[in-house]
């Protein structure tokens, strides 16, 4: 491999902030070394920290694994511009931007597909539509959603510089202060990232946002319960979480052992109670009738096994999938999924009285 084969490859990597140039054009390629299967890039940043330095570190090493031979070694080290290289520093991030916020609440769910994202989302404008401040970090970095949900795909967050640091302003829309990771990456763009950039790069998500006085801050978090769980319970002061599963026996048996990670000795965070997505179904013709496809009362069950409080049962109702796909909350309305989710908001503010 020559040097001006890798400098090609990472010309793939856009800086979404940069108006879409280049990390080469923007002379951010301090130098490579190419050799016989292995490439190490430093990359140059200034001396304040780019709010997309984790996606930025991952995307070009990604570039070079998706170009380069097959087994090839790939390092990238940074430094800070006009200073001697040094060890990649780590993110010194404080809670000051948390400072004002009364409740931070995970949203969480032992696996994928149980519609997580969406009770988050409409949970959120539920809060904000009962007169609630409300924030919603999406801390699904490998799937972030809630652009699409909120229909502000394609829009860049703002930032500010205060001293030596640098701050982003959340979006807004229906009430709601939002922020995800997706508004700095192509909405086809993957994110190959290892577990410790995947973490760094949420704790900016949510530590480096001008959230200012919020009653509520949810964090839209990834299923599962790997390092990006126990990243987020340790250095983020979050006060408990909300468990959501469908009635299917497949999905709860996930979510036990989400229940059982968030009482573990280790994280010890209260479980404020679970929402059964997809209880049922209703046809729109035939409002009065419920067909329960995933089966039917699983949550209730699982709830009264734990001791965990039932929050609320949300109906499989397919205005609710047609306001996720056109950004537009299913609980903006006054139908009776829109109600849904204000009553399940209204039981989640009682229970943090």
């Not at 990472?10 to 080469?24: F, M, Q, S, T, Y």
């Not at 990649?88 to 994202?117: C, F, M, Q, W, Y």
């Not at 809060?127 to 809630?146: F, M, N």
Request: contains cysteine; charged residues 25%.
């Amino acid at each position: 491999m020559k040097e001006n084969e890798v400098s090609g490859w990472l010309r793939e990597v856009e800086h979404p902030a940069k108006g879409d140039r280049n990390i080469v054009d923007l002379g951010m390629v301090e130098k490579i070394e190419a050799g016989e299967g292995s490439v190490t890039v430093t990359l140059a940043f200034s001396k304040h920290r780019d709010p997309l330095a984790e996606y930025l570190i991952g995307s070009a090493k990604a570039a070079i694994i998706r170009n380069a031979p097959e087994g090839t070694k790939v390092e990238i080290r940074t430094i800070i511009k006009d200073e001697a290289p040094k060890k990649k520093p780590g993110l010194d991030l404080g809670d000051e931007e948390l400072t004002n916020v009364r409740h931070i609440i995970g949203i969480a769910s032992g696996k994928g597909g149980v519609g997580k994202s969406t009770v988050s989302v409409n949970l959120a404008v539920s809060l904000a539509r009962l007169g609630y401040k409300v924030g919603l970090a999406d801390a699904d970095v490998y799937g972030p959603s809630v652009p699409k949900m909120t229909a502000t795909e394609g829009l860049m967050p703002d930032a500010i510089q205060e001293g030596e640091k640098e701050v982003i302003l959340p979006m807004e829309k229906y009430g709601v202060k939002w922020m995800s990771i997706g508004y700095f990456a192509k909405p086809e763009q993957a994110l190959i990232w290892r577990g410790p950039m995947a973490c760094n790069a949420l704790k900016q998500m949510i530590l480096q946002v001008r959230w200012e006085e919020l009653d509520f801050l949810l964090i839209d978090m990834p299923p599962g319960t790997g390092d990006i769980h126990i990243s987020l319970v340790h250095d983020i002061p979050m006060e408990g979480a909300v468990i959501v599963s469908t009635p299917q026996d497949v999905a709860l048996a996930d979510v036990e052992k989400g229940v059982n990670m968030f009482r573990n000795e280790s994280v010890n965070k209260p479980i404020f109670g679970l929402v059964e997505n997809m209880a049922w179904f209703t046809p729109a013709e035939h409002p009065d009738e419920r067909y329960y496809l995933f089966g039917k009362d699983g949550g209730v069950r699982m709830a009264e096994k734990y001791g965990i409080p039932l929050l609320g049962q949300i109906p499989i109702v397919q205005s609710i999938r047609e306001g996720g796909d056109c950004g537009e909350p299913a609980a903006l309305s006054t139908r009776p999924d829109g109600l849904a989710f204000v009553a399940l908001a209204e039981k989640l503010a009682q229970t943090l009285k």
